[in-house]
Every structure is written in C-alpha cells, then in structure tokens.
C-alpha cells in the first residue's frame, strides 16, 4: 500500500489549503485513516482523524473549528480542509491508514499505524 500526501504549500496567515492523501495498492475502505504533523523540533502530533464510517471524526483542539478531515472510499483518498491557518500551524503532514479506530489513531499519536505516506509540508506566513 502506497499512501501520497499532496496539497501543500505556502500560505498566508488566515489562509486556506485541502491536503489529500491518495492510496493506492489495495482499497483502504475498512480502515481507519488520519492526518498527523511534525513542525522542526517538534514531535510529531496528532491532527484530525476519521472512520471507515465516515461520520466518526476525531481532531485535535488546536484543530477543531478549523479544518475538516473527510474521504471518499470509491476514490480511496481522504482530504484535509484547513481554514483560518495560523503559523503554527507549519509542519509537515503526514497522512496514515490503521486497522484500528479513529479513536485510537487520535490517542496512540501515529505510533504503530500500518501505513504511512510521504509529507506534505505547509507553511504558513505572519
């Protein structure tokens, strides 16, 4: 399974961005997938996440009023959707796909996850 994060770029504060994350090698319809970001010097941190049913969504505070995560299983992507981006908000993101649950992909921080795709990095200006 290959996971391919795109979407990223350069933004000024208020701004706006969608990041996808296409998956390719076998349909992730039956797996939990999120969203997760790693600023420099930072550990990486959790973001938003959602269901294969798609109504059960987790964010992070700090993202919750702001963003979005949704997905579409006949196109085996799922999107991000981020307003009002503030420079904190700049990191590299990284999408990942679980056999777990949405919870537990918001609780565990990325650590096991069965795949991971490559960043996307966004940036954020004052």
């Known amino acids: 399974v290959q996971l391919q994060a795109s979407g990223g770029g350069l933004v000024q504060a208020g701004g706006s961005l969608r990041l996808s994350c296409a998956a390719s090698?076998?349909?992730?319809?039956?797996?939990?997938m999120g969203w997760f970001r790693q600023a420099p010097g930072k550990e990486r941190e959790f973001v938003a996440a959602?269901?294969?049913?798609?109504?059960?969504?987790y964010y992070a505070d700090s993202m919750k009023g702001r963003s979005t995560i949704s997905r579409d299983n006949a196109k085996n992507t799922m999107y991000l959707q981020m307003n009002s981006l503030k420079p904190e908000d700049t990191a590299v993101y990284y999408c990942?796909?679980?056999?777990?649950?949405?919870?537990?992909?918001?609780?565990?921080?990325?650590?096991?996850?069965?795949?991971w795709g490559k960043g996307t990095q966004v940036t954020v200006s004052s």
């Open positions: 990942a796909a679980d056999s777990s649950t949405a919870e537990a992909m918001s609780i565990r921080g990325g650590y096991g996850m069965d795949y």
């Open positions: 090698g076998r349909t992730l319809s039956s797996y939990a």
């Open positions: 959602i269901g294969w049913v798609v109504s059960i969504t």
